[in-house]
């Protein structure tokens, strides 16, 4: 099957256009410095100066460290909590994401069913209840982060991805899809209208640092953990100026690398590309409608989300997927313009009518990737120490049920989240340097050739495929 330009490329704008929408546009994360100039006064925490006991020690100040901690005061408030981030909370992947918050913690229905079948409706069920439960949390624990239960909405930008809706709840044709958003590249959309929320990620994360303060959390930041050692019935965690000692330690520290050597080939830093607009006008977004305000992705292996802010910027990302070389995190990867020109010039294909528009922030993120595309779990230090990592992009909503399940594992009782295979089992490792650029960096040019060539996957992939690893997105 001979190779064929994408929708993308297509209609591609002139470069003119994108170099002025990109022009005066700032390399930066517009949530960070949005909650930094709306806020007045974001709270700081002080470093670890002192050393300390502990009943609980959770390392990393984003999501996942954050609801293990709230859930761990709420579950037992005399219970001494000790937060350590190396940075600032919500600095890292929490703070600079789009937003999205899903029911699924599989990644999805597909990824969910091929790789644990016999309980994937157990799943799909628990994920809906963590939404819900998400949603009654911002409601009672007074979280401002500007939650949304929008629902979400997948686009067809191909003929042959019009295949891949059947079986969706809701399915729209052309006419319907740009009813709900004008694209002239839209052919046909699903939509999810209960499984999914926005909500502003760097709020979201200062916030639930609040309260987890007000429940009396000992939130430290710039107090980055050098190192684990368990003495006994307890575990040291040592930090760069002093030392904790807690019965139980929670690893939730993303995409850095793992304190637990066992966990250091488990996860791969891939780099995800965003570009945020100015505020769009009364005339500009009636131009594209967008009235129920859904997140939108569309369905290529190489993929685009995009959504609306509270006060009416577009969020644009996706596309590239940048394994950085040597699997190495810096601040260098986050300025790829070649990337960002990509996304603008997909943005200008997508939305023809916000013809000079202009791009206020330009960034980008690491995600902490899993061959099983979903969260991993485990203990380590004779039961003493639990980790998570693995989300894979997909983490907004999967991180407060994964807090519940590693209290659940230290708590060394079964529970229906801790019988699960998905969270009993662990996923296959990625191979070490240099055959994991080789490999990955081979699958994602694969990935591009199938969105060249209708969907269709090469033997690389199917055979990827048989392994269980999982390249689908």
Known sequence: ???HLTAYERNAPDPRLVAQSLAGSELGVFWLEDVAVGA??????????????????????????????????????GRRVV??????????????????????????????????????????????????????????????????????????VEEHQ??????????????????EIDSPLFLGGALEPDTSALVHPARLALELARVAADLGVEVHEHSTVTGLRREGGVVEVSTDRAKVTAHHVVLASGVSPSLARRNRLMTVPVYDYVLMTEPLSAEQLASIGWAGRQGLGDLANQFHYSRLTRDDRILWGGYDAIYPAGGQVHVRHEDRPESHARLASHFLATFPQLEGIRFTHRWAGAIDTSTQFAAFYGLTHGGRVAHASGFTGLGVGATRFAAEVLLDLLAGRPTERTELRMVRERPLPFPPEPLASVGINLTRWSLDRADHREGRRNGFLR???RAGLGFDS
Not at 162 to 179: F, I, K, Y
């Open 162 to 179: 019009l295949a891949w809706l059947q079986g969706s709840t809701h399915v729209l044709d052309a006419t319907a899809v740009r009813a």
């Open 40 to 77: 007045g006064s974001v709270a700081a925490y002080a470093p670890l100066t002192a050393s300390a006991r502990a009943d609980l020690v959770v390392v990393g100040g984003g999501y996942l460290g954050l609801w293990t901690a709230v859930h761990a005061k709420r579950r037992d408030p």
């Open 463 to 465: 055979a990827l495929d």
């Open 1 to 3: 099957m001979s190779s």
């Open 83 to 156: 937060l350590l981030e190396a940075h600032t909370v919500g600095w890292a992947a929490s703070g600079r994401n789009g937003g999205f918050c899903d029911a699924s913690i599989t990644h999805g229905e597909e990824n969910g069913r091929s790789r644990w079948p016999e309980e994937y409706d157990t799943l799909a069920r628990l994920g809906r209840e963590n939404l819900d439960a998400f949603e009654a949390d911002v409601r009672d624990l007074g979280l401002a982060c500007e939650w949304e239960r929008t629902g979400a909405l997948s686009v067809a």
